[in-house]
């Protein structure tokens, strides 16, 4: 086993540069930067995405920028920013400089994986803070939606799949089933919407908070009232999430049992005399549950971290998926690469984990007689 750790360890470095090195070129395409954002604030005027242009005039190509810790193009000599005209040449310069765009795109990737090698993240653009205290003052509220739409899709529909199987083909399948389904068909921010108008202020009932994760004077309620508060605020989002992800998890939970009560030790255990829940609980679950159990933790990171964020947004919820948003649409390159970075290294570390987990529920599992 520890041979085969150290190989998937050793697969996360290139599998990992490959990511960087796709997104790097990816926002290479991308129209606008940190530069044309800070060059409209100067001239009073916003813009959705700034063209670099050939100071001779006419329509030049588009182009994306970056800096010394992210991405971007290079500028040139031959080259002005649009929202530079009327501006001193000197002061163009200077904020290039300072965002790092004087430097070709090679250098500038090659020290942003030196200095993400080292966890060191750098500076937000626009925010004031280090990425690294971003990311950390973000958590809480990611964590919350992550962990309690985890712990409720599980509680879900590991239950359910489980009666599904045991009474496959009945009446209770066939509705369940449907149920399934349209939770399954209807994308998770479509509901949230509908939760909102439904009972959040909408057309009908306003049960609900709409934003944040807590109240207003929340530190000077009693304990008890802080954690009705927090659920409160829980409600209406954990619900959206939970809609789309306990779906899949039933009908992989019903087919996996149903794969194992067709097994010949099942009707063994029948035979000699054993109660149907002894058989479903006591045989049958430690196998049918290894495929859903062991990928928890990729699961957790899934939707901590990529199913949270329009869920985020809708709801106001200042979390990890607001603050990719909101960086992504203000050329915040140190936000968007260095969080992609670290959660792209997470995600890849809770996939061996879930493989560990294999063996940790059924120790016949031998990964070392595995082929790469």
Do not use: C
């Not at 990425?131 to 509680?155: A, H, N």
């Not at 329009?310 to 050329?331: H, K, M, P, Q, T």
């Not at 670290?342 to 599992?365: A, E, H, K, Q, S």
């Amino acid at each position: 086993m520890l041979a085969y750790l150290i190989r998937r360890l050793l697969l996360i470095v290139p599998t990992l540069f490959g990511i960087m090195v796709i997104n790097f070129a990816i926002v290479q395409a991308a129209p606008g930067g940190p530069v044309e954002q800070m060059l409209a604030q100067i001239n009073g005027r916003a813009v959705a995405a700034t063209e670099r242009i050939s100071s001779g005039g006419g329509d030049g190509m588009v182009q994306g920028l970056s800096n010394s810790d992210s991405s971007g193009s290079a500028s040139t000599t031959q080259e002005t920013y649009r929202g530079s005209r009327g501006l001193d040449p000197d002061l163009v310069k200077d904020i290039e400089q300072q965002f790092g765009f004087d430097k070709p795109p090679l250098e500038r990737f090659v020290k942003m994986m030196k200095d993400y090698s080292r966890f060191d993240f750098g500076d937000s653009f626009f925010r004031d803070a280090s990425v690294v205290d971003l990311v950390i003052e973000k958590m809480p509220v990611s964590i919350s939606l992550g962990l309690w739409t985890t712990l409720l899709v599980y509680f879900i529909s590991i239950p359910l799949g489980i009666k599904k199987a045991v009474r496959d083909g009945s009446a209770f399948d066939a509705w369940t089933s449907a149920i399934v389904i349209i939770g399954y068909a209807i994308p998770g921010f479509l509901f949230a919407i509908l939760l909102i108008v439904l009972f959040a202020g909408g057309s009908f009932f306003d049960w609900f908070p709409l934003r944040g994760l807590v109240s207003e004077g929340f530190s000077d309620l009693p304990w008890w009232k802080k954690i009705m508060d927090y659920f409160w605020h829980l409600i209406l989002p954990v619900t959206a999430m939970v809609i789309g992800g306990f779906a899949g998890l039933t009908m992989l939970t019903k087919n996996s049992f149903l794969d194992e009560i067709n097994k010949q030790y099942v009707l063994t255990a029948k035979a000699k005399g054993l109660q149907e829940s002894q058989v479903l609980y006591g045989h049958v679950f430690r196998n049918a549950m290894l495929i859903v159990v062991a990928g928890f933790p990729s699961a957790f990171v899934g939707i901590l971290f990529t199913g949270s964020m329009l869920i985020e947004v809708i709801f106001s919820l200042d979390g990890l998926g607001l603050l990719g948003y909101e960086a992504v649409l203000n050329r915040d390159y140190p936000i968007v690469f260095g969080t992609l970075f670290f959660f792209t290294l997470l995600g890849l570390i809770m996939n061996i984990v879930g493989d560990l987990m294999y063996t940790v529920i059924d120790p016949r599992i031998d990964f070392e007689k595995r082929s790469f």
